[in-house]
């Protein structure tokens, strides 16, 4: 087998997020707690960050990374923001969690026109021949295991919405460099209740798997796919129009803000 060799990048890929958001400066609404690993690159990109979450753990989570955001406890499918306030809604590994139907209206009203909904899913990448040979193996005491079932089939509802009538999508490519304990360590916690006389013979063909697969000294490359969407915003589908405020952009925090003391010292 070919060892794999590739540069390693075990963070969100910088050229996706650009991808994703697009021009920087702009009005970002980070929707959802899972966003947190994106937000100090937003910050350092100097994006406008509002940072939302149903619940004021998930919006103290997006303020660890990016203080300056604006706090937001709200629903995805409830925004409290005028129409037309931002140039980007982010959602990052949760949209199959929405409800579609719900959502995808009122993340298009607070869409400015000529914005869009950016969507990511990050999904291991399973054409590699040694993560085949891995998930053969853990397969052997657990048919379902490593099925991965992400939840980015759920973006076919953003292809389907009249709001978002252009849908764009490009991948892009991620390495997570595991060492062999950190390889042998999670597929013990995959199995933690499996008896010990069938997972020690497992853990042993695991790091057979590693020590033929990698390049000492070099770790070897977990492949991942992070597949980006881009859906534009379509307002003629709204009975009435949505009008940007005279004074630009308009925020009102009236649901559920945070107060000063939740926030991250």
């Known amino acids: 087998m070919t060892p794999m ?17 697009g021009a920087k400066g702009g009005h970002v609404l980070a929707l959802g707690r899972t ?3 994106l937000m100090a690159t937003l910050d350092e990109r100097g994006d406008i960050l509002t940072a939302a979450d149903p619940d004021p753990s998930g919006v103290r989570r997006l303020l660890a990374h990016a203080p300056r955001a604006l706090p937001t406890v709200s ?3 409830a925004l409290p923001f005028v129409p037309c306030a931002f140039d980007v809604v982010l959602i990052n590994q949760s949209f199959h969690t929405l409800n579609a139907g719900a959502a995808l209206p009122e993340l298009a009203r607070v869409l400015r026109p000529g914005g869009h909904l950016a969507i990511a899913y990050t999904i291991r990448d399973d ?16 048919p379902d295991a490593m099925a991965g079932d992400y ?8 292809a389907e919405s009249p709001y978002f009538p252009e849908v764009e999508r490009k991948d892009f490519r991620l390495w997570a460099p595991t060492t062999r304990d950190g390889l042998i360590d999670m597929v013990r916690r995959r199995f933690p209740r499996l008896e010990a006389e069938r997972l020690n013979p497992l853990l042993t063909e695991v790091e057979a798997l590693y020590e033929s697969s990698a390049r000492a000294p070099e770790p070897l490359l977990l492949p991942y796919r992070v597949a980006c ?20 952009l308009s925020i009102s925090l009236s649901r559920h803000p945070l107060s ?4 991250p010292g």
């Open 75 to 77: 629903e995805a499918s």
């Open 151 to 158: 939840g980015s089939a759920a973006v076919d509802h953003l």
């Open 229 to 248: 969407w881009r859906g534009y915003v379509d307002h003629t589908e709204f009975t009435s129009a949505l009008n940007l405020p005279d004074d630009g």
């Open 260 to 263: 000063d003391a939740s926030r």
């Open 5 to 21: 060799t590739a540069r390693i990048q075990s963070t969100f890929p910088a050229n996706a997020l650009d991808w994703l958001v």
């Open 35 to 37: 966003c947190a690993p």
């Open 127 to 142: 054409s590699v021949p040694w993560v085949r040979r891995l998930v053969k193996l853990m397969r052997t005491v657990d």
